[in-house]
C-alpha cells in the first residue's frame, strides 16, 4: 500500500504569495490532518479534515486554509505569505476509527 | 490545553549504549504514539500503544504506556549510528467521534560510532 504523499517537496515564495500544497492520503484513509513544523515552535496542528468537512482547527490566522476532496486528497492553502511562514509543512491520515496517523514526506516551504 | 513534556531534549551517546527517553502529561490518554524524524522528511511511526501498562516491542526498540495513562517511554537498545534522529511521543484522546493529538517537543538522538 502507497504510503502518504505530498506535492510539492520543495517551494520557494516571496513575501505576498499564495501558494497551495497538496497532499494524498493513504488508500482507504479518509482523514488528513496539517501540521507546520519549525525548529522554534515544533510541530503544530494547523487542520483536519473528514469527508470533506473540517472537523478541527488549530490555532492559526485565516490565511492558512485547507480543503479536501471526494477521493480523500487535501490541499492547503496559505495566502499572503509572511517570512514566518517559512516551515515544513506535513500531512498526515488516518484510517477511519484508527487513532495511528501516519505521516507523508512534507513540503519545505521557503519564503523570501 | 494539553502538554507533553518530552525529556531529555537531546542525548548525545556512543554507538552500542542503550537510550531511554520519556514523555508525561498532566492529562490522561487512550493511545500513545512513538515517531522517529531524520532531516528533510516527515515523522515515520515506530510503535502505538493501546492499553495502560502495555509493553511492546520492535525489533530494538521498546515502549510502555504508563499505568497512570498520563505517560510513556521509548527505550533502544544497542544503539548504532542509523538510530540518529528526532524521536517524538505523541498522547491521543478519541472517542465519541472526536480525536485529539498532542506532540511532544522531541528527543534528538546523536550516536558517536
Known amino acids: 500500500k502507497a504510503g502518504v504523499t505530498q506535492t510539492p517537496r520543495y517551494l520557494i515564495k516571496t513575501r505576498g504569495q499564495q501558494v497551495t500544497l497538496s497532499c494524498s492520503p493513504i488508500?482507504?484513509?479518509?482523514?488528513v490532518s496539517w501540521y507546520q513544523q519549525t525548529p522554534g515552535q515544533g510541530l503544530q496542528f494547523l487542520f483536519e479534515?473528514?469527508?470533506?468537512?473540517?472537523?478541527n482547527k488549530g490555532n492559526f490566522p485565516g490565511r492558512f486554509s485547507g480543503r479536501q476532496f471526494s477521493n480523500s486528497r487535501s490541499e492547503m492553502n496559505v495566502s499572503t505569505l509572511e517570512l514566518g511562514d517559512s516551515a515544513l509543512y506535513l500531512c498526515?491520515?488516518?484510517?477511519?476509527?484508527?487513532?495511528?496517523?501516519?505521516f507523508g514526506p512534507g513540503t519545505r516551504l521557503t519564503v523570501l | 490545553g494539553q502538554q507533553l513534556n518530552q525529556s531529555p531534549q537531546s542525548m548525545f551517546i556512543q554507538e552500542g549504549e542503550d537510550v531511554s527517553m520519556n514523555c508525561t502529561s498532566s492529562s490522561i490518554f487512550n493511545t500513545w504514539l512513538w515517531y522517529k524524524q531524520e532531516p528533510g522528511e516527515g515523522p515515520v511511526l515506530l510503535i502505538a500503544l493501546y492499553k495502560a501498562g502495555e509493553l511492546t516491542s520492535n525489533g530494538r526498540l521498546t515502549a510502555q504506556f504508563g499505568i497512570t495513562r498520563k505517560d510513556s517511554f521509548l527505550n533502544i537498545s544497542a544503539s548504532i549510528p542509523s538510530d540518529v534522529g528526532i524521536y517524538f511521543c505523541a498522547g491521543v484522546y478519541s472517542g465519541a467521534g472526536s480525536y485529539q493529538l498532542t506532540f511532544g517537543k522531541g528527543t534528538k538522538l546523536s550516536v558517536i560510532p
Open positions: 479534515y473528514f469527508s470533506e468537512t473540517q472537523r
Open positions: 488508500s482507504g484513509h479518509r482523514s
Open positions: 498526515a491520515s488516518r484510517a477511519v476509527g484508527g487513532n495511528e496517523q501516519f
